[in-house]
């Protein structure tokens, strides 16, 4: 198996958010703020390393026909665990991700790339998915972050999260009575979601399109 | 080996194995969670009262609160003084909102009846960016310097009933807690 096609397929053409529409709950609700995205993106990194490679391990021992409830458990303990280190060492950012870090657990991303990819492949390989698909699910939700806090608040800060009084950058963009409120909003993350789907799928449209013009062209 | 002996094992021994992990990261995370939420009742002290360097704390233990009062979160009550002067009041409250999600917040009064805004401690499970938003300033302002009686007029937030309403019930309580026992 190709490593290299496997990390660029979760970013890419595989991409969570912006291709296969997993993990829309939290896309929609917690990207507010650049913040919230980034804090988001790295607890599903770190969940998706764990669960992938515990299962990828087990993989030839779990029988079968409780594959799914054993995957169910290791996910909801991966997730429990990296919620008791969130609000012990991160208090802001758990307290501003909220119900969104347990319910990391039904994820589709998470018991979707166990089931698909973890349960049939090596461990290397399976680290290497995780790392793609989060990577992939961390860029989606950033972008609709960035988008939304920058129309909605006209400020673009991010902090470090393990001590929020250090402000890492912050730029005052769009003065203050010219933001669109809107985009703070759940109607600001639809309309922000389905404009970035609109982008992309006419970026990857116009590759294809480029593609096959050089195949004719080939021939 | 038989399936109905070998199911259950395996079940029991990852369920065992889980909680044995699980139980290892709470034994080390439980203390310094909890200190985080006394750091955090301590600056949202500090943040009702600017410049009240030395915080004395007093749990009242004449003004108990009665049942009703219990059950709109009211917790505690602590009189907040600097040297010999009373700076205000603070109500500790802790009230339960959206999805059974815990909001602890300080409501302050003023020594002359003046409700003064309250500050979100810690807040469980609330929906962010909706229920999330009665930590801003922006909600909790706008029933600022109030006279404590008209405290029932308050905006609440757009889709967000469920958290606003104890929060509001529980500032309402201590308001008249404080004008049936503390104002002369």
Known sequence: MDKKKVFIAGITKENPVLMMFLGMCPALAITTSIDNGIGMGLAVIIVLLLTNSIISLIRNTVPNEIRIPVYIIIIAAVVSIIEMLMQAYTPQLSTSLGIFIPLIVVNCIILGRAEAFASKNNILNSMIDALGMGLGFTLGIFLMSFVRQLLGTGVLNLHNMFDSSVVFFQFNIIPKDFVIDIFTQPTGAFLTLGFLVAIVNAITSAVKKHQANKKVEAK | ?184
Not at chain 2, 58 to 83: A, C, M, R
Not at chain 2, 135 to 164: C, H, N, W
């Open chain 2, 1 to 184: 080996m038989n399936k109905f002996i070998k199911l259950p094992l395996y079940l029991a021994i990852v369920g065992a194995l889980t909680t044995a992990a699980l139980a290892t990261v709470h034994q080390f995370t439980a203390p310094i969670i909890a200190e985080n939420i006394i750091k955090a009742e301590e600056a949202a002290l500090q943040e009702l009262f600017e410049g009240a360097i030395s915080v004395v704390l007093d749990e009242e233990p004449e003004h108990k609160f009665d049942k009703n009062e219990e059950k709109s979160g009211l917790v505690s009550l602590f009189i907040v003084s600097q040297d010999d002067t009373i700076l205000g009041y603070v109500y500790k409250s802790s009230v339960v909102g959206y999805k059974g999600g815990v909001i602890t917040f300080l409501i302050s009064i003023s020594p002359d009846g003046v409700y003064n805004g309250y500050k979100v401690v810690t807040m469980q499970d609330q929906t962010s960016g909706i229920g999330t938003k009665v930590a801003d300033a922006d909600f909790y302002e706008q029933f600022l310097d109030k006279e404590i009686t008209s405290v029932s007029e308050i905006v609440k937030l757009d889709g967000a009933t469920i958290t606003t309403q104890p929060v509001v019930d529980a500032i309402k309580a201590a308001t008249q807690h404080f004008s049936a026992h503390i104002k002369q």
